[in-house]
Structures are given as structure tokens and as C-alpha cells.
């Protein structure tokens, strides 16, 4: 069996590759969802179909918070579509959430999976310092979290800040003064190495498979909005933290350093990252990957079935 993980979603077009990514190259115990990228009801709607499609409707999904801990934040239907998954009208799933909340989930599955449980946090941290919150003896028993967050200076969402952690900052500074085992693949990392370009998104288009069909229909709108921001093609941040947590060695430089998160001003949600002082260093942050075997690796999943 695989490593054991938890995948921590606001599930909204790339999320949905991350799950597939998860789903294939781990031994994914569970989604949690929490608020972020569209409203809360078809970020549900959206794993629990994106789960069954993928042939994994045995992977329960819980439900976590339905805002982040201020409650300030907005949705960006404009990246992912109304829905999340670029406004594909896709049929209502069977599968139905567990009944069991989110945070619990994961304060259980910490114990269950002591020194094991690992968690890719592909959202607004709310969920993870809730738990954390409940009972912080959490961040003894998870072995690490990968965190897809944070911008050095080119903000998603504000100039200073990206959206996972522009959506909940005092979840994410509670996380990462925690004492949790982290790793973060900052924003701008993911425009660099976790680019779907156009040339690509053809061979796609073409490959006649279940889930390239997915693909392309969850991610045009994310496409065309990355497309409009300058990029060659549609960002992943998602789907290459999941791939990076996998394959280590695809990680071709990252350093140990201090990260702090801005929680007022106009920078709030800000990334702080001391770049000299050993100090206190909370986190490893990739500066640089590879990003050819991220894209090998998800064309051959998605040429799969
Ligand atoms: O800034 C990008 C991140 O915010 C991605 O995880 C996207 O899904 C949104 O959650
Ligand atoms: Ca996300």
C-alpha cells in the first residue's frame, strides 16, 4: 500500500487533478473540503463527482469550514467558472458526503495513521489549524504537510498575497507555527514548472481518454483565465504540489527558511520569508522543480482510462 495522505481540497478545476494525482500515486484515506475557491455546495458537488469518475467513489469526503476563521474572503468564479469545474454541466453525483466533520476526520485519522498520515493542503488552511486548535498534539503524530501557498511578491489575488493564503492567513500562520513537518510550493513556482501550454493541452484534446475528456472539461475555464494573465497555457498549483510531495526528486531546489504570514494592512495574507536568518526556520519552500516529469506523469494518468 502507499503513503498515507489526506488531501485538503476547495475543489475547483486543478484540485480535481490533484485528487486524480493523489488517487493514483497515494493511498488516499480522504478529501476534506473547505471554503475557497466557489461556493461551498459545488465544491462538494465537484469532488464527489470528480471521485466517482475517477473510479474512487470508496474515498470519503467530509465536510469541513464553510468560511475561513475572519470570515472575510470572496470566491473566484472567474477563474474556475460559476461551478468550479469550468461551468460543465456534468450529471448529479450518487456518492454523498460522510457524516463525520472534517476536522474530526482528521484529528481521528492522525491517530489511526500516527507518524504515517501525511497531508496535502491544496486550500485555505482553516481545516488544518482547526484541528490543530482541537487538539495540538496533531502536529506530533503528522508526519508532514505539503502546502500549495504563498507568493514572494507576485500575489494572485492581492499584489502581495495568493489566494490560499489571502483566504484564511490566521489559519496558515496557526499552521505554520504549529510545529507541523512543512513543505510549501509557492504560487509563483507553480506559474514556472506547473504549466499545462497549449502544445500540450492538443495532445490532450486528442487522447480520446475518459479521463483526458475530464481534463479538458473541468480545466478549459482555469485555461483561458491563466491564458489572459500572460501564461502559456493553464496554471496547476494543485496537481504539481501533489506530484512534488510524490516524487521528492522532482524538487531541484528548495530551502529551509523562515516563514511568517501577514495578518492586517493591505498586505494581509502576505507571505513574510526570511531569507538570511537560520532563526526559527518553520518550513521548506521549493524555489525550483521539474517540471517535464510533473507533465510526463500526468499525461500518462490521464492516457490511463
Ligand atoms: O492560488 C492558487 C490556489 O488557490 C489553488 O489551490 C486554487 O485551487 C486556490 O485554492
Ligand atoms: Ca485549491
Not at 474515498?59 to 464553510?66: A, E, M
Not at 450518487?94 to 491517530?111: F, G, Q, T
Not at 493591505?266 to 531569507?275: L, N, P
Request: glycine content about 6%; charged content about 25%.
Amino acid at each position: 500500500m502507499g503513503r498515507k495522505v489526506i488531501l485538503d481540497s476547495d475543489t475547483a478545476s486543478d484540485d480535481t487533478i490533484a485528487i486524480l494525482l493523489s488517487s493514483r500515486l497515494f493511498d488516499l484515506l480522504g478529501v476534506t473540503i473547505v471554503a475557497g475557491n466557489v461556493d461551498y455546495d459545488s465544491q462538494v458537488k465537484n469532488c464527489l463527482f470528480s471521485l466517482e469518475y475517477f473510479g474512487c467513489s470508496d474515498v470519503p469526503v467530509f465536510l469541513g469550514s464553510k468560511r475561513p476563521i475572519m470570515g472575510q474572503w470572496r470566491t473566484v468564479p472567474e477563474v474556475h467558472g460559476k461551478n468550479g469545474l469550468g461551468d460543465w454541466d456534468y450529471p448529479e453525483p450518487k456518492k454523498i458526503p460522510e457524516k463525520e466533520d472534517a476536522v474530526d476526520a482528521i484529528l481521528r485519522l492522525s491517530r489511526e495513521y500516527d507518524g504515517e498520515l501525511e497531508v496535502l493542503a491544496i486550500s485555505p488552511l482553516t481545516n488544518l489549524a482547526l484541528a490543530y486548535l482541537k487538539d495540538p498534539s496533531i502536529a506530533t503524530r503528522v508526519k508532514k504537510v505539503w502546502i500549495m501557498g504563498g507568493a514572494f511578491s507576485r500575489g494572485n489575488t492581492t499584489p502581495f498575497a495568493e489566494f490560499n493564503f489571502w483566504v484564511d492567513p490566521e489559519a496558515a500562520k496557526i499552521v505554520l507555527d504549529a510545529g507541523f513537518d512543512v513543505t510549501i510550493v509557492p504560487w509563483e513556482v507553480t506559474e514556472e514548472y506547473g504549466v499545462i501550454d497549449t502544445e500540450t493541452w492538443k495532445k490532450i484534446e486528442t487522447m480520446g481518454t475518459k479521463l483526458s475528456e475530464f481534463f479538458v472539461r473541468a480545466n478549459r475555464t482555469l485555461r483561458d483565465f491563466s491564458i489572459s494573465q500572460g501564461n502559456p497555457g493553464s496554471v496547476h498549483p494543485d496537481s504539481l504540489t501533489v506530484y512534488l510531495a510524490y516524487d521528492n526528486s522532482s524538487v531541484i531546489e528548495s530551502r529551509r527558511l523562515r516563514v511568517d504570514i501577514e495578518t492586517c494592512s493591505k498586505t494581509r495574507g502576505g507571505m513574510i520569508v526570511d531569507w538570511y536568518s537560520k532563526e526559527n526556520a518553520n518550513a521548506e519552500v521549493v524555489l525550483k522543480a521539474d517540471g517535464k516529469k510533473f507533465r510526463d506523469a500526468l499525461l500518462s494518468i490521464l492516457s490511463s482510462f
